[in-house]
């Protein structure tokens, strides 16, 4: 059977970004390996001939227009390879990978993502370096698919050469050598190449939530799983885990959000160490969880507390007839939360309540990752000028978003990859078609984040245009440019 791992890191581009990369190649090297059965190999992830500067996008073949940035921002591979005949060991990250502004990295069931999004280069660079194992006798091809290289901007190149690597796994042979010892003789040993610490568990919340968790360990950001109705993973050796692998890290904390950006309490405190695989408990808003179940009076109106043997937890309250119960094992009371799907950081119910009713629409994996996530964990992502039918959010210029393109002229501020400018962006909002629509966008990702990230600080939609900028790492209120 075939397995994939995918390396993510901007996933991503418009249908109109498109430049042409005549001599780029992607490559495994060294493309040809023979080892044995248990053998550990490497092979390096290269990118080749990436153009400093390009022509436009628009007409490479008109000679009046400017030449713009061509450097790499972004890369996007599905790597093939048989499991069969060979298990994965290690991916080290080279110097570009670990620098980068975005990064999630996910292992799982021989399925590996890394989202990145790193500084400008061009030239040749390694990505990664990955380490197999030899499992059994056989050849394979292990093959590059779905290659995407993108610019700065998010824009495409085409004609992408790739070159898969050939393996040859050997049957184990043993070879029975007599040596006469020699004075001072030095055995050396081999490091075994680390596993990643495993978890798996379930996040006690007073709703429902899916979504996904990230691993951290300080502010670096280590694994990330799919949370589906409170629960990732699972603990049999078929079940997915959430994979961390943090070389180095061994002691340190790991803590665990809730779509990278939400800080879950944990059971007990959790510490790294490799190879392990522990089941955790997570909390969500376990502060407030605790404010309720610590209340306990037996006046009228009061709150009353019982335990079952199983350990579930039952709050009631006599004043008003309501109950608040939880069950199952739990431990903490379920109540309704009207905006669940809302980030919980956004300050004025009134923006919670307009994000949870609008339909947030993005055009690009990008803007998902960056912003998206962090307002809203349902979004429709769409490649298609679709008509507006209702209320809605649209996250991403006219480049990365279809419908932003589509309706551009309707807004007041025309954004364009050149306004507001570099790491700016706009929150306006017009009707179209008898609907709200807000608008989040900016002159490139950094612009929308800004937008985004400052609307969840409003205290209702704006009158009038707001222009932002992103420095050192947050957001500020600018004149219009």
């Known amino acids: 059977m075939k397995w994939k791992f995918l390396l993510i890191p901007i996933l991503l581009m418009s249908l109109v970004g498109i430049c042409y990369g005549e001599n780029i190649t992607v490559e495994l090297l060294p493309s040809n390996i023979e080892a044995n059965i248990g053998d550990t190999f490497n092979l390096s992830l290269i990118v080749k001939n990436v153009p400093e500067i390009v022509k436009s996008r628009i007409n490479i073949f008109n000679p009046n227009v400017p030449e713009e940035d061509g450097k790499c921002a972004g890369v996007d591979i599905y790597i093939c390879y048989d499991s069969n005949i060979l298990s994965l060991s290690n991916i080290q990250l080279s110097n570009i990978g670990e620098s980068a502004d975005l990064k999630m990295v996910n292992l799982s069931s021989g399925f590996i993502s890394l989202a990145w999004l790193f500084n400008p280069v061009y030239g040749n660079f390694t990505i990664a370096t990955i380490s197999f194992k030899g499992l059994n006798p056989g050849e394979t091809n292990i093959t590059l698919k779905n290659v995407v290289i993108s610019t700065e901007d998010g824009y495409e190149y085409k004609n992408v050469s790739t070159y898969p690597a050939t393996v040859v796994i050997k049957p184990y042979t043993t070879t029975i050598t007599v040596t006469v010892p020699t004075p001072n003789l030095v055995i050396g040993t081999t490091t075994p190449p680390q596993l990643p610490a495993q978890y798996y568990g379930k996040v006690i919340s007073p709703t429902p939530l899916s979504g996904y968790i990230v691993a951290k360990i300080g502010n670096e950001s280590y694994g990330s799983i799919p949370l589906v109705n409170n629960t990732f993973g699972g603990p049999t050796y078929l079940d997915e885990k959430l994979l961390v692998y943090a070389p180095g890290q061994d002691g340190a904390e790991v803590t665990f959000y809730l779509n990278g950006s939400i800080l879950l309490n944990s059971s007990d405190t959790i510490y790294y160490k490799a190879g392990d695989i522990r089941n955790v408990t997570l909390y969500y808003n376990a502060e407030n969880i605790r404010n309720v179940t610590s ?52 300050k004025s119910i009134k923006i919670k309540e307009i994000v949870h ?125």
Do not use: M, Q
Not at 439 to 447: E, F, H, V
């Open 295 to 346: 209340s306990s009076s037996t006046s009228s109106g009061s709150e009353s507390t019982s335990s079952t043997s199983s350990g579930s937890e039952s709050i009631s309250s006599t004043s008003s007839g309501s109950s608040i119960s939880s069950s199952g094992g739990g431990g903490s009371p379920v109540f309704k939360n009207p905006y669940p799907d809302v980030a919980p950081d956004i």
């Open 357 to 481: 009713k609008a339909k947030l629409i993005v055009g690009s994996n990008i803007d998902v990752n960056l912003s998206a996530k962090d307002l809203k964990t349902t979004f429709v992502l769409t490649n298609k000028p679709l008509d507006i039918e209702e209320d809605c959010i649209l996250i991403g210029g006219p480049v990365a978003n279809p419908i932003v393109k589509k309706y551009l002229e309707i807004f007041p501020v025309k954004v364009t990859n050149e306004y507001p400018g570099k790491h700016r962006g706009v929150i306006e909002v017009t009707k179209i078609n008898g609907h709200t629509v807000v608008l989040l966008a900016g002159s490139d990702r950094w612009g929308t984040k800004a937008a985004v990230e400052y609307f969840k600080t409003l205290e209702d939609i704006p009158d009038r245009p707001i222009f932002v900028e992103w420095r050192d790492g947050k957001v500020v209120k600018i004149n219009r440019p």
